[in-house]
């Protein structure tokens, strides 16, 4: 590689590395319009009006939108565009048993938090608790997720965990519009308690049942809808 084509990587690495920030964040952005439900399953999602919510350039928007639509949430349609994904009953049950098999194995392989770790998931479920007191459906399951998600790292299989996440990113929109239907948020602060609870005393059955409970309730109601 000769000088000048080294020096011009060097001096465009900032350059690539903001955009993949912006586009990351603008993919964020996407998923959370989702799992609120502001964006509805088979819903277009535009480029230009991301481009003026987020107040960036359209290339970090189609970069967001490619990464989306290989996690399984935006369809894209030649000539047409983006859509938000309609998924089937039958579908998700396939990717809430995928859900079930790897949370299995990170819960089984976590590795005990230290009590520093302890207290940063302590101060999640106070802000989870502080969200569902004023009502905030959807704060109060994104800290939720945020809780359990945190839990599943602490298994050293990241490329389990990396696929269990993305799971959850694909079940994200069924989440929130089926949220009153599981009646999640009657039981979460439960799970979380069970979860924390079994990890300061080291106890992995306690964490097994208690860290699947959510997924295997939503596996349970859905087969329970598709007979």
Known sequence: MSTNAATGDVEHSPDRAMRRMTSNRVAAM??????????????????????????????????????LTSEGLLEHSLNRGYFVARISLHEMRQLYLMRRLLEKETAATAVWPSDAKIAELSELLDRARAADARADRAEHMKLIEQFLLAVHRLSPDQLVVQAVVDLWART??????????????????????????????????????????PTVTVYEYIERSIR
């Open 30 to 67: 996407i998923r959370d319009a989702i799992a609120k439900g502001e964006l509805l399953p088979g819903e277009q999602v535009r480029q230009q009006e991301w481009a003026e919510k987020a107040q960036v350039s359209r290339p970090p928007i189609r970069e967001a939108l490619e990464v």
């Open 172 to 213: 994200s929109a069924y989440r929130a519009l089926s949220f009153t239907a599981v009646k999640i948020s009657q039981i979460d602060d439960n799970i979380c308690m069970g979860v924390l609870k079994a990890l300061r005393e080291n106890d992995r059955t306690a964490l097994c049942e208690q860290l699947l409970r």
